[in-house]
Structure formats: structure tokens, C-alpha cells
């Protein structure tokens, strides 16, 4: 069944963002985490999935969005649903499955912010039907852009890019190594692709990891208009179809790695929608990484427009 939403009806979104809705909790270590023992810890319990980061980050860079999705009939798929409207999501296109458990994530942070370990239960996106999304809610008719996640199912990606049709924008996160080959049949339709070095080889099924900007041309040969390929601290690589660039990544004391990889979507994306080039949009979105990198959590209060566009 749709998910009321408690918030007053918003502008048309502009972008639909479309897969993993999940109950994060973060634990963050006081001392660096061992196995066979426990860890003093302070929890921390927050939305998440990379649609809904990118989703919460885009709405702190004031870009109208929908969120599509699935939680369960549980408490957790209640408390997401009003805190993501409270945020300024539209969740018109967010159902609420009977007998099913929302998606869960569990993160062990050391004290440096450096992710030491991480399990998600994302059964209930995994196993969503080719036409979860038939018909289509009105959010995404009206959406101008679309974002994919490869926690979605096989079929049910190509059924969205199928549905997208050619007039509309179709960007996506290959979230995985495990997940990333979930895009190969649709790379042809991908206007824009977001990837990190590993990632990008395993969606090409190449064993070896080439260098960023050789993975990059192949992605762009197997008919992706542009991409987005990172290397940890190492300079993002951006090709389309004028050749490859490659972008510095700024360097920052981290804090906390949650949603930086989503922040970096978001910004690039914003970016776009206020009509910049994929360079200078890539550079809003590596200012929104760092930011998010600096502060706790995905889409700090500390993330917006400002701040990573160098406007005044």
C-alpha cells in the first residue's frame, strides 16, 4: 500500500530516486575494533540504502526528489517513512509490504571513521518483481531524471530502464562489486554512471583491476554516455563521449565514511539540475563528498548548496 505523507504536497520532483530504503545503525568504537571480543561503542540508528542517501543529500541541496522503494510493515519501515517525509521526501512511491521485514544495515566503525565491518539485510528490495513499479507512480511520470541503485533486482533495472523511455535522464550507482554486474544489460540507456574502480571491472567482467581511465573508455565503448569512476583518494575520473578527465579529490580529516560515496551523487547531480557541465558538476559533488566525509552521517546539516557550489 503507499506510504501517506504527513508533509504538505511538494513541487513535482525533478528527481525520482529509485531502490534501497534501509534502518542503518552505525556503531562507532571507542578504541579500534577486534575480532573474538567486544568493543565499547556509541550507536547511532538513521535512514539509509544509496537511493535514500542520495534522496536525504539532495533534499539538504534543496533539489525537489521522490523516493521509490519498499520498507515492511514493521516499526522500522514506519519510523523511516516519517522521518524521511519529515526530511522533504516525497514517499508517495514508497510501499509498504505486508509480512515483511524492512531493510536493515549494521556498521562497525573504528575510531578514525574507517569502516571495519558492515552486514545489510536487503531481502525485501532483492526480491522485488520486474513490475514492482508497474504502473508507474505519478512521482516518476513526472520526474525528469531518474536514479537507479543495483540493490534492485536484475529485471526489475531493465524494466525501469525500459519504462524511463528515451526523453528521460537515467543515472545509476553500481553499489558493489557483488551488485554492479546487475547493469550490464541496460548500460546502453545510462546517461550517467557512478562507479568506483573495482566496481567498474566487475561490471566489465575483467579480472584484473586496470587503471581508472582504461575501465572509464570501456565503460563509454559498451554505450554509457558518461561516467563516474572513483579511486578512493586517488582523482576521480570522469569520460564521456569528449575524452577522459581525471578530477582531484580534496583531502580532509574524516570523520565518519557513511554516505560520502551517495554525497558524491548528489552533488554531481544537483549539479546538473542547476545546469553546470559534468566537470564542474563532479566538482560540486567531490565538495559534497568531503563535506560529508568531515562531519557524522549521511546529508550532515552541514551539507548544502553553498557549500559545495563556490557560489556566493
Not at 91 to 103: D, E, F, H, I, N
Not at 255 to 280: C, K, M, Q, S, W
Request: proline share 7%; net charge negative; hydrophobic share 50%.
Amino acid at each position: 500500500m503507499p506510504v501517506p505523507s504527513s508533509a504538505p504536497r511538494a513541487p513535482a520532483p525533478s528527481i525520482a530516486l529509485i531502490g534501497a530504503i534501509h534502518l542503518d545503525t552505525i556503531a562507532h568504537a571507542a578504541v579500534p575494533i577486534r575480532r573474538e571480543t567486544s568493543t565499547p561503542a556509541r550507536f547511532v540508528s538513521r535512514p539509509g540504502g544509496v537511493a535514500t542517501n542520495v534522496a536525504r543529500a539532495l533534499a539538504k541541496l534543496d533539489i525537489a526528489c521522490a523516493l521509490a522503494g519498499v520498507v515492511g510493515d514493521d516499526a522500522a519501515g514506519a519510523q523511516l517513512c516519517a522521518e524521511l517525509s519529515a526530511q522533504g521526501l516525497d514517499m508517495s512511491a514508497v510501499r509498504r509490504l505486508q509480512g515483511r521485514a524492512t531493510g536493515r544495515y549494521l556498521a562497525l566503525h573504528d575510531p578514525d571513521g574507517a569502516l571495519a565491518a558492515a552486514v545489510v539485510d536487503g531481502e525485501i528490495t532483492e526480491a522485488l518483481p520486474a513490475k514492482a513499479f508497474t504502473p508507474l507512480p505519478t512521482v516518476l511520470i513526472e520526474a525528469a531524471v531518474w536514479f537507479l541503485d543495483t540493490n534492485l533486482p536484475p529485471a526489475t533495472l531493465a524494466r525501469l530502464a525500459k519504462d524511463a523511455g528515451p526523453r528521460r535522464r537515467l543515472a545509476a550507482d553500481a553499489v558493489s562489486c557483488a551488485k554492479a554486474p546487475r547493469l550490464a544489460a541496460i548500460l546502453p540507456r545510462l546517461d550517467l554512471l557512478f562507479c568506483n574502480r573495482a566496481e567498474a571491472a566487475a561490471l566489465l567482467a575483467i579480472e584484473t583491476l586496470p587503471p581508472a581511465d582504461d575501465l572509464a573508455a570501456a565503460l563509454v565503448e559498451r554505450g554509457v554516455s558518461a561516467c563516474c569512476v572513483s579511486d578512493g583518494n586517488a582523482p576521480l575520473t570522469l569520460a564521456d563521449n569528449t575524452g577522459i578527465r581525471r578530477l582531484d579529490v580534496p583531502h580532509v580529516a574524516v570523520r565518519d565514511v557513511t554516505g560520502a560515496g551517495d554525497a558524491l551523487i548528489a552533488g554531481t547531480l544537483a549539479g546538473l539540475h542547476h545546469g553546470r557541465t559534468l566537470d564542474a558538476a563532479a566538482r560540486a559533488g567531490l565538495a559534497a563528498a568531503a563535506l560529508t566525509l568531515s562531519a557524522e552521517g549521511a546529508a550532515p546539516d552541514s551539507l548544502n548548496w553553498r557549500a559545495i557550489s563556490g557560489e556566493d
